[in-house]
């Protein structure tokens, strides 16, 4: 990404924080602040290595303080997670959700931010988007020109389509609230007041390290707690980092895949590049969205959400 992109508004104010987990490899925060402000941002950092604590980024007070630092700072437009791993769930109560909604500010992040942006959803009905972090992604030695692309295309825009090949996808023309990310985040947030109630969804779902039968039965809880069915598609990011054995006996991907599909009765897609990957799309949390797929072909058109233009 040139470092005189016209899409990206001149001094841009950028909040890092760290709500879940702290950073394993500081040189990649070092890397990833130098790389936005290359493009021209100005970079407000609210982690301190220093202030880890066990496995966080910082105490749980602390974190939630990053969080409303931010958001109380004029200067800053977008806010950016450090990374995933474990913690906002512990923080959930302690967070202002209509006073982050009410800042204006963009969020970005996934996996465990995903709490996030579901309680935000739900509370306030605000977006916020799926997409690269500080750590796994601006901070990577070589940042990937797909994962840099989407993101700036997608927060600079009022609109965007993603558009993947993938084999053997049912023929679906749909429109709906875009929600999801994280599945072991969404299937751990059922019956709390965390989890939107969304009727008439595009659901999309990306997981690391969980085999297919545990994939199937998170997907079998969203079933029996009636999620699924209110949705209009189903759409399955990457799911990768699994290792089968002797005893699956046939049963991999496209085994639970299969299953699925016979028993929810909504729309299963697989191809969307977004999870715990490279690269990455950037998926609008809470936007319209319009879903078309046929055999070989699907786009994710996204609209109607909040974006850097003009700002």
């Known amino acids: 990404m040139a470092d005189t992109d016209p899409r990206i508004p001149a001094g841009l104010g950028v909040a890092i924080v760290a709500p879940s987990g702290y950073a394993t490899d500081e040189a990649a925060v070092v890397r990833g602040i130098a790389r936005l402000q290359a493009l021209g941002c100005r970079v407000k950092n609210h982690y301190d290595p220093a202030a880890r604590y066990q496995r966080f980024g910082g105490t749980d007070e602390a974190r939630v303080g990053q969080v409303h630092a931010a958001i109380g700072d004029p200067d800053v437009q977008l806010v ?9 769930s512990r923080i959930l109560p302690m967070l202002d959700w209509h006073r982050i909604a009410g800042s204006g500010k963009l969020f970005v992040g996934a996996s465990d931010f995903t709490a996030f942006q579901l309680a935000l959803l739900k509370h306030t009905g605000a977006v916020s988007f ?7 992604d601006f901070g ?4 990937r020109d797909f994962t840099m692309r989407q993101f700036w295309e997608c927060l600079t825009s009022g609109t965007h389509t993603i558009r993947a090949q993938a084999a053997g996808n049912p023929i679906v023309d749909v429109r709906g609230k875009l929600w999801g990310s994280n599945l072991a985040m969404l299937v751990h947030l059922i019956g709390t007041p965390y989890l939107p109630d969304i009727d008439g969804g595009i659901l999309f779902v990306e997981d690391v390290g ?7 039965r998170m997907m079998l809880q969203l079933l029996h707690a009636g999620i699924l069915q209110k949705q ?3 759409v399955f990011g990457d799911m990768s980092d699994y290792k089968l054995t002797p005893y699956d006996n046939g049963y991999d991907f496209e085994a639970m895949v299969a299953y699925l599909r016979g028993r929810i009765g909504v729309p299963l897609l697989t191809g969307l590049p977004f999870g715990h990957t490279p690269d990455k799309a950037t998926l609008a949390v809470g936007c319209d969205a319009h879903l078309v797929s046929d055999a070989d072909v699907f786009e994710l058109t996204m609209s109607g959400y909040p974006n850097l233009a003009g700002r």
């Open 140 to 143: 990577l030695e070589e940042t």
């Open 232 to 234: 209009r598609a189903i």
């Open 80 to 88: 950016i997670a450090l990374r995933g791993g474990y913690g906002l």
């Open 210 to 216: 969980e085999h297919p039968y545990r994939i199937e």
């Open 130 to 136: 799926s997409g690269p972090m500080m750590c796994g």
